[in-house]
């Protein structure tokens, strides 16, 4: 159950740090307020996740799924560069994540 919290928070680090990104630096009130209440509950659910999870792995696999769920949101949605090069990277976090998961059990 934890490591679906973790999971669920980082889906929410990918709503929030996209609607940031559209909230024009806080000059359009919607995109800002999902923003904002997104990084809330992510939050949340993290510290429950920490609840049973050891920080640093919970932590670690919180931002690398939202990292590598915002690089690809970029690429498929707003254009973002797909070079091989960034694709490669991004399959590093990817490994790293499901290593740090496999591990920890």
Do not use: H, K, N, Q
């Amino acid at each position: 159950m934890a490591w679906l919290l973790v999971i669920a928070a980082a889906l929410l680090e990918i709503v929030w740090a996209s609607a940031l990104a559209r909230s024009d630096g806080f000059t359009r009130p919607g995109p800002a307020a999902v923003g904002v209440i997104a990084a809330a509950l992510s939050f949340v659910l993290l510290a429950f996740a920490l609840r049973v999870l050891p920080v640093g792995t919970a932590y670690a696999v919180w931002v690398g799924l939202g990292a590598l769920g915002v690089a690809l949101a970029g690429i498929l949605v707003l254009g973002e560069s797909a070079s091989a090069a960034r694709l490669v990277c991004l399959l590093l976090i990817l490994i790293g994540v499901v290593g740090l998961r496999l591990l920890e059990g």
